[in-house]
Structure formats: C-alpha cells, structure tokens
C-alpha cells in the first residue's frame, strides 16, 4: 500500500464528506506535483466499485493507468483510446477524443459508480460536457491543478463545489514542493497591438511581436546568467518561436533541443530521456509539457510565451516545481514585456500577492513580507470596531490590506471580452438590441453616439485610462460596465457579509456600500482627510471609499447621538 501524504488523506476524506451530503459532482483541487493522481487512484481502490477515468492526452491516460495499478493492484483496468476498446474493465481509463457517440452508447448510463475527469478545468468543453450529460454516476469528480479556466467561463456549470483545495504556496510551505526563485526579464517589446482569443492572446499575432531577435537572445542571457548548465524548460509560442530559440541557445554554446504536438513520439522520447540524463540541458516546447509531463530533476522554467492564463501559467510553473534530491529550489525566468491594454500573469497573481516579487526572491519571503501587515490591520479594526471580534472577521483582515478595486479582474480583461464581441456581428448585434430595448432609441445611434459623462466617471472608477474609454460607443460603455460588475459580484457578497457582520446587519443591507462603481475606488481626498482629523488608525493599503464612508457615516450618526468620534461606532 502506498502511504498518503496528510494532505491527500484530508482530500480523501472531504470528497467522502461533501458526497454524504449530497454534493454528487465535485472538484479536487491540487497544485502540480502534490499527487492528484495518487489520490484519485487510492479513491477508487476506497470505494471498490467500477469507475470510469476521463483524460485529453495520451501521457494523462499512460499516467493515471500506471499510478491505479500501483496503487489498487488488483483492479482490472481497461483502456479506451484509438484501436483499443477494453470496455468491460470494472475501471476503465479512455481518451476523451476516442469517446464519440456510438463508443459512449456501448455502455448504459449508470455503467459507472464513479467518473473522474483528470485536468478537470477542460470540463467545461463540448466534447466532455456531451460525456458527462450522458453518464448518471453516484460521483462525478473532477481533478485539477487549476480550477479556473483562462476564458473566465465558470467550471460551476460542470461541477457543485471545490471539496478540497491545497495549493501551490501551501505546497511550498510544508516542503512537499520546492520553494520559487524568480526573476523578471524585461524586454522592450509591446504587446499592445496583439488581439486577444478565448481568453488569452491570438498566438499568430504574439509570434509576430515577441519572435525577435533582440528578445530571443535576452532569454538566452537570462539563463546564462541566473541558471548555467542547469537542466531548463522554456515555453515557446509556436513552433517558428521553438525553432529561433533553439538555434540561438545552440549558438551560445548550449545543446537544445525543441518539441511540439507534431513531433514524432519517439523523437519526443530521445529529447526528453536527453533532458532526463542531462545529456540536452534545455528544451524548448509548445504546449506539450503543460500537462501530463513529470521530470523532477527540472530545475529551471522560462516563461517565453507571456500568457493572460492563470490556468496556463500555473500549469507551466508547475513543471519545475516537484522535489529532487539535487533541487533546492526552481528558478523562474519570466519575460515581461510592455502592454498597457493586456494585463499578462505573473507570479504575483498565482499566489495572490499585492506587490511584486523583487528580482531574485523566494517566494515564500516575498509572502511573508505582505503578511506582516496583518498585525496593523489587525490593530485597525480592533480600534475602530472595538466591540467585534476580529477572530470572527478574519476575512476582512485581508480584504483591508488589498488596494486592488478589482482584486482579480481590470478593465483589460473586460476590453478583450469587448474586442471579441466586436468580431462576432452576430452576437454584437444581439447584444445591442438587449441595449436598445433597455435604454431606447435615443441611446441606440450607436454610428454617433459617443460614451456618455456618467460612464466615463464609472469606467475611470474601474481603471480605465481616458484614452482607451473615448473610443467606446455608449452601448459598448455599458456592456464593459456591466460585466465589471458582474465579474466582481462574488468579491462583492464577500465584502458584505464581512461587513455585515461589523455594522450587526445582513449582508444584503451592507452590499449597498459595494454597488455603485464609485464606492469601488480608492477613498477620496476628502475621505482621507476627515478619517485623519478623526484620528483614525489606517489599514496599510487603501480603503474603498465605499468602506470610508460607512466609518464615516458612523462618526456622523454617533455625534448627532451625542458621542464622541468613536465611541460606540457600532
């Protein structure tokens, strides 16, 4: 038997936990290298029915057969892919491709007490979504390192709830995962002018930008420099990018190889026994080594390719991030390139960080650095709220220390949605017409007119520059507006609930302070300047002028009581 890690038998034991509840479909969410697979293996060995094991690539399918017989020796296994159909396995682990609709109808419904769908943020795709309508099991599970998906379509149509959830940083911290050095590569190239699809950047367009020279050999340097001789992954756009990449790590001296979707598997074995030996150092890829690869030994991942995927992003760092008896710690090179209209992911946004990580830190240093300031927060709510306890709003702790109106979704997000909208008439004329048929005529001239005063007052409030808002329409103004607010209504609720709990009213009273875009930006001037008259001890970090106003309508209540400034706030 293999023995569990404590982490994975708490993922056990919450999947049996939320399924006694009721909670028939479920995600398992763990960061890449912390043994998902072990963990869905030693799941269906627990509950000994027939279970069915869903994957998009043949390393996935290689993978989780191996790790299931490791794991529950004596299963009977079958596999469902191409030429093979062992379809009477009480487990069978198929290629999702493989599973068209004659294949899927040679099983009944509830064939299978369970199904897993391994990398679970591709769900949502038609191709499982028409398997998963089509089987009834007692348990659905999903797997995955990032339970998010880069085109922000939420994985809730699939699946109920994330069960379970050990991360990256939680990885780190109990040394299951090595810790993060990184560096940033700053490059003069402009991304501006790059479209975005599905979420993330057209790749045709993004070669033609960062596939330069100038950049290309900067990359090269950056390894030279940060990480000599050590064994390096690097990401690559396409496969011309790979291509120019190697060539120029080859010139420096470097044996280098490249490997991509088209490339011929066993060449792909002698490139990666070659990364395994030592024997070729560096290997550039694209999009092959997200998912489903496993070389510990990696000590380097350089990120070529910018990305605006967390999914991605996190699936990339991931592969340097496993333990190695010669590993202290992986090296992140990550190229930043300029871009104003594009908000590109870095590592702050994997793990959550307000500020950036300077050049060269640990990542879990660069945590701690922001989570000193819990105290101060700490001492601000204890002194303006002195009747609650702050145990109990733990939640606001760090809702205070965020300066972000949007902690994870800025206007460029909502630019490239809008982009695409205006690629497809079709659905950009329906979505007129909703407007029309809200506003009336008067607001429908979209040929002329222009975004109204009100809207630029709201879009400034959400971080947009002047210069990119005057170029809307007044029905393109409200359709950014909206789906700002709509992103943000779970950050919303959240914010309410804390606070409704500190004003000692409900959430849906307190959500009043968090609706209008005004109240999302940072406090006034003025707020600022009577909170400090006050006396008022600040959070680090700024306020929502939302929040300031509540503490000040406070203030003012309590004085025309016949209080003092905070005496009895609440």
């Not at 202290?328 to 793990?351: P, Q, W």
């Not at 409704?500 to 707020?527: N, R, S, V, Y």
Request: glycine fraction near 6%; proline fraction near 4%; charge should be negative.
């Amino acid at each position: 038997m293999i023995k569990l890690r404590d982490y994975q038998e708490q993922a056990l034991e919450a999947i049996e936990k939320a399924l006694a509840r009721g909670v028939k479909k479920q995600v398992l969410n763990l960061a890449t290298g912390l043994g998902k697979t072990i963990v869905f293996a030693e799941l269906l060995r627990r509950r000994g029915k027939t279970a069915l094991v869903l994957a998009h690539r043949d390393e996935l399918i290689q993978q989780a057969e191996d790790k299931i017989r490791l794991v529950y020796p004596e299963a009977e296994i079958g596999v469902v892919k191409a030429e093979r159909n062992e379809k009477d396995a009480d487990i069978v682990v198929a290629s999702i491709q493989s599973l068209h609709e004659k294949r899927l109808k040679q099983w009944e419904p509830d064939r299978f007490h369970t199904v897993v769908i391994d990398e679970a943020h591709h769900a949502i795709a038609p191709s499982y979504k028409r398997v998963i309508d089509y089987f009834n099991p007692e348990l659905l599970l999903g797997v995955t390192a990032t339970p998010f998906r880069g085109d922000r379509v939420t994985l809730a149509k699939v699946f109920d709830e994330v069960v379970y959830s050990y991360g990256i940083l939680e990885g780190i911290r109990n040394q299951y995962l090595v810790d993060i050095e990184a560096y940033r590569v700053q490059t003069n190239v402009d991304l501006d002018s790059v479209k975005t699809n599905a979420g993330d950047f057209n790749l045709g367009e993004l070669s033609e930008r960062v596939n330069v020279a100038d950049r290309n050999e900067a990359i090269v340097q950056a390894y030279v420099q940060y990480a000599p001789g050590k064994k390096a992954i690097v990401f690559a756009v396409d496969i011309e990018h790979a291509v120019s990449l190697t060539e120029i790590f080859r010139r420096a001296g470097i044996n280098a190889a490249f490997v991509h979707g088209g490339t011929p598997k066993e060449e792909r074995r002698e490139v990666l026994d070659g990364l395994k030996t030592g024997e070729i150092p560096v290997v550039v890829n694209v999009s092959v080594l997200t998912e489903g690869f496993d070389e510990p030994s990696v000590e380097v991942v350089i990120l070529a390719r910018p990305t605006k995927s967390l999914a991605l992003f996190t699936q990339m760092v991931g592969r340097g991030t496993r333990l190695h008896p010669d590993k202290e710690r992986l090296i992140l090179l990550d190229i930043a390139d300029n871009t104003k209209r594009h908000r590109v992911v870095s590592v702050m946004e994997m793990v959550g960080l307000k500020n950036s990580v300077k050049q060269g830190q640990r990542l879990t240093v660069a945590v701690l650095e922001e989570e000193k300031k819990i105290p101060e927060v700490r001492e601000f709510i204890s002194k303006v709220f002195p009747t609650i306890e702050v145990e109990k709003v733990s939640d606001l702790l760090v809702e205070f220390s965020d300066t972000s109106v949007l902690p994870d979704y800025d206007w460029r997000d909502v630019l490239g949605e809008l982009e695409e909208l205006r690629e497809d008439e079709d659905m950009y004329l329906e979505e007129r017409k909703k407007f029309k048929e809200k506003w009336g005529s008067k607001n429908y001239d979209t040929s002329t007119l222009r975004v109204s005063d009100g809207q630029k007052k709201a879009l400034e409030g959400f971080g947009w520059p002047m210069e990119e808002i005057v170029n809307l329409t007044r029905f393109e103004a409200s359709f950014c507006i909206k789906r700002h607010l709509e992103a943000m209504l779970d950050w919303t609720e959240r914010k309410a609930k804390v606070w409704g709990i500190i004003l000692g009213t409900t959430p849906d009273e307190a959500k009043k302070h968090f609706t209008a875009p005004w109240q999302l930006k940072p406090m006034t001037k003025d707020q600022f300047k009577v909170l400090k008259q006050e006396k008022i001890p600040l959070p680090p970090g700024d306020l929502l002028a939302g929040e300031a106003s509540i503490i000040l309508g406070k203030i003012l209540s309590n004085r025309k009581n016949g209080g003092g400034s905070l005496a009895g706030i609440r």
